[in-house]
């Protein structure tokens, strides 16, 4: 087996080789997944060696939505770190920031800024509590590592296994929340209600769109009901906003919330998060301390005002869309050319898959092996970007069209998957990455 030495180093030294998860080499292909970039320009990226990838995947965890190091962006930034990024004054650019947001949310009065999307989501949940008074939170999906969050797992360790990933322990979160977090079902409004109705919600937090598309009027009988119980609504758009439309996915379902945050897309790769809301519950924050040293540093601004600024221009969400759509139709195409069963979803701005196989992982790791022969860094989810373009998208499809050939030999029990496998399947769940 091949080792992957710097991976080996990294974890020496840092807690579990990096503090993002989802970066971790063992999620792709265990000892030959590149791990380490040098240089990022569009869509592709330059391992440590100077080899060339196209990145036909996770585009920065979704960050970079209009392409890694955008000329027009990084000259803003580096202008802004020229005459210092950060100051004991403030940084006025976000106050033109957060006019930009609220302009584009006609519902939304007031901002908070922060800088990843864990923290945009502590800040609302915060100032949610402060507003209702109750501690009871609903969830279906993923918001981040906080205790309020990971405190959903202390009834039951399998409560977090659907939305964040099998087996996240609560070593470290205060057995007191326990209860404090509780799940329901996206989609299903009678789970919703039964959840609201046996406990005291006092906030509901989810995307608005993710992995499903809202059905039968789901979003509209969530917001219906949290009014007349009183219930917060929180629509984190950390990952859909700024994907399919100019804000917040929830301005497309013409379904607002009472506070909504962002992160990721907003500042293209630079770190920048909000929350936005109605006044009445923002005002919470002067009574509730909220503060932190670097939520007031000058870059992510900038950079967040020049991406929206080139979003504006270029409306890059009719192309990044239809690219989805082709991909979901194409995944769809090979999967019935090739006798082999997939559930392909996802926003069409991330679509992704998954192949309905005991194998399904092993799969998973195949088609990264061999993709990566080919230069493309790809898995099963492309979180798509203006960069994509035709060429890349034909490449693709000749690459996992062969790729497949080979899946029917595994799956039809022609060939053994496990001798194709250079270093073992990937990986998946928390003690599996650690
Ligand atoms: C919907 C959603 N909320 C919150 C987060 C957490 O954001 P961050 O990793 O920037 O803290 C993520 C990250 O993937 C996310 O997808």
């Not at 930009?100 to 999307?117: D, M, P, Y």
């Not at 502590?122 to 209702?132: C, E, G, K, N, Y």
């Not at 082999?340 to 196989?357: C, E, L, R, W």
């Not at 497949?404 to 496998?421: C, M």
Request: hydrophobic share 35%.
């Amino acid at each position: 087996m091949r080792k992957n030495y710097n991976w080996i180093r990294a974890k020496k030294v840092i807690v579990g080789g990096n503090m993002f998860i989802s970066k971790r080499p063992d999620l792709y292909l265990p000892n030959s997944w590149p791990t380490y970039y040098k240089k990022a320009k569009g869509c592709y990226i330059w391992d440590l060696n100077g080899k060339k990838y196209t990145d036909f995947s996770m585009m920065g965890i979704g960050t970079n939505l209009l392409g890694y190091a955008r000329n027009e962006i990084d000259k803003e930034v580096i202008k802004k770190t020229k005459n210092g990024s950060m100051s004991t004054l403030n940084s006025f650019e976000e106050v033109l920031l957060a006019e930009q947001l609220n302009k584009i949310h006609s519902w939304s009065e007031k901002v908070c800024f922060a800088r990843t999307g864990g923290e945009a989501n502590a800040i609302a949940i915060r100032l949610s509590r402060a507003f209702t008074k109750k501690n009871k939170i609903a969830i279906c999906g993923y918001h981040g590592w906080h205790d309020w969050y990971q405190s959903c797992n202390l009834k039951n360790k399998k409560n977090l296994n659907n939305y964040l990933m099998e087996g996240v322990s609560t070593e470290g979160v205060p057995k007191e929340l326990k209860n404090s977090t509780v799940t329901f079902k996206y989609n299903d409004i009678d789970n919703f209600l039964k959840v609201t109705r046996k406990h005291n919600v006092g906030t509901v937090i989810m995307e608005a769109e993710r992995s499903e598309k809202p059905q039968d009027f789901f979003l509209e009988k969530v917001r219906e009901i949290c009014d007349k119980k009183k219930i917060v609504l929180i629509f984190d758009e950390c990952s859909s906003g700024f994907r399919e439309n100019l804000g917040g996915i929830h301005l497309k379902h013409k379904v607002f919330p009472d506070l909504c945050t962002f992160g990721k897309a907003l500042g293209n790769g630079y770190a920048i998060s909000a929350v936005i809301g109605k006044e009445k519950i923002m005002k919470m924050g002067r009574k509730s301390f909220i503060s932190s040293t670097f939520w007031s540093e000058g870059i992510g601004p900038v950079a967040a005002l020049k991406t929206l600024e080139i979003m504006k221009k270029e409306k890059p969400w009719k192309n990044i869309k239809n690219v989805g759509l082709e991909i979901k139709k194409f995944w769809k195409e090979i999967s019935n050319n090739h006798k082999i069963p997939m559930v392909i979803q996802g926003m069409d701005a991330i679509p992704n898959f998954y192949i309905k196989s005991e194998n399904f992982l092993k799969y998973k790791t195949f088609i990264t092996q061999e993709m990566l022969k080919e230069k493309y860094l790809a898995t099963n989810i492309v979180y798509i970007c203006t960069k994509h373009n035709k060429e890349i998208f034909k490449n693709y499809k000749l690459k996992l069209e062969k790729i497949f050939d080979q899946l029917n030999n595994f799956e039809k029990g022609r060939l053994r998957i496990n001798k194709f496998l250079k270093n073992g399947s990937s990986k998946l769940g928390f003690k599996r990455l650690n």
